[in-house]
C-alpha cells in the first residue's frame, strides 16, 4: 500500500502564500514523478507541477513565477510554495506519485499512480 497525505490547504488573501506539503508513506521501492494538480469546481482537473527524482520541473504556464515545487527525497515529500496567490489559484490541490513497487519474491517491479485525497485552497475575490 502507497499512502499520500497532503497538508497547508487554507484560505488565504489574494497576493499571500501558502506552502503545500505532501508526504509518500508504505510499500514501495522508489518514488520517480511527484507533483500537485489542482480542482476548480465545475473544472477538470489540470496539472499544477511536476518534479522528477532528479529534480526537473514542470509547470503550467499560469503558475510560473510564482509557484515553486520541490521535493525531499529521503523523507518521500513533495511542497509547493505558492506565492503571489490570486482568486483564480482557488482549487482543491491533490498530490500526486508514480511510484515502483516490487511485486513478487523475485524482485520484479511495476509502476503505480497515487493520489491524496487533496487540500482546499481559497483565495477570494
Known amino acids: 500500500q502507497v499512502r499520500l497525505v497532503e497538508s497547508g490547504g487554507g484560505l488565504v488573501q489574494p497576493g499571500g502564500s501558502l506552502r503545500l506539503s505532501c508526504a509518500a508513506s508504505?510499500?514501495?521501492?522508489?518514488?520517480?514523478?511527484m507533483g500537485w494538480y489542482r480542482q476548480a469546481p465545475g473544472n477538470p482537473r489540470e496539472l499544477v507541477a511536476t518534479?522528477?527524482?532528479?529534480?526537473?520541473?514542470n509547470y503550467r504556464d499560469s503558475v510560473k513565477g510564482r509557484f515553486t515545487i520541490s521535493r525531499d527525497n529521503a523523507e518521500n515529500t513533495v511542497y509547493l510554495q505558492m506565492n503571489s496567490l490570486k482568486p483564480e489559484d482557488t482549487a482543491v490541490y491533490s498530490c500526486?506519485?508514480?511510484?515502483?513497487?516490487?511485486?513478487?519474491?523475485?524482485?520484479?517491479?511495476?509502476?503505480?499512480?497515487?493520489w491524496g485525497q487533496g487540500t482546499q485552497v481559497t483565495v477570494p475575490s
Open positions: 500526486y506519485a508514480n511510484v515502483d513497487i516490487v511485486v513478487n519474491v523475485e524482485g520484479a517491479r511495476r509502476q503505480i499512480d497515487r
Open positions: 508504505g510499500s514501495f521501492d522508489s518514488i520517480n514523478i
Open positions: 518534479i522528477t527524482s532528479g529534480r526537473h520541473t
